[in-house]
Nanobody, 123 residues
Framework: QVQLVESGGGLVQAGDSLRLNCAAS????????MGWFRQAPGKEREFVST????????TYADSVKGRFTISRDNDKNTVYLQLNGLKPEDTAVYYC????????????????WGQGTQVTVSS
């Protein structure tokens, strides 16, 4: 069992930066691939980024590539998402998720989810 708690969201202006944190419980955190997803009002949850258990592989949605960076610290049981150059269309609730094996961009393939943190970007 893995419990995930996100933090770091907030209200910012276009062009600003934020760092989202996802703290995980459990001794097996380092064996999970981790992902970040987001959901805007009235829209489906969408993939943002994922990182393999070792951190050696990272993938991004085209919409955030070059602006967002995912990383993890297995000693601290934490995964991060650095958001730079924020745009109003990045406004959403951001969720972190854990996947037992492999990494994926598919919502349905993740086993555990956090409660989400709100990111609002004003123009």
């Amino acid at each position: 069992q893995v419990q995930l708690v996100e933090s770091g969201g907030g209200l910012v202006q276009a062009g600003d930066s934020l760092r989202l944190n996802c703290a995980a419980s459990g001794r097996t955190f380092s064996s999970y691939a981790m992902g970040w997803f987001r959901q805007a009002p009235g829209k489906e949850r969408e993939f943002v980024s994922t990182i393999s258990w070792s951190g050696s592989t990272r993938t991004y949605a085209d919409s955030v590539k070059g602006r967002f960076t995912i990383s993890r610290d297995n000693d601290k049981n934490t995964v991060y998402l650095q958001l730079n150059g924020l745009k109003p269309e990045d406004t959403a609730v951001y969720y972190c998720a854990a996947k037992r094996s492999g990494y994926s961009s598919m919502v349905a393939e993740y086993d555990y989810w956090g409660q989400g943190t709100q990111v609002t970007v004003s123009s």
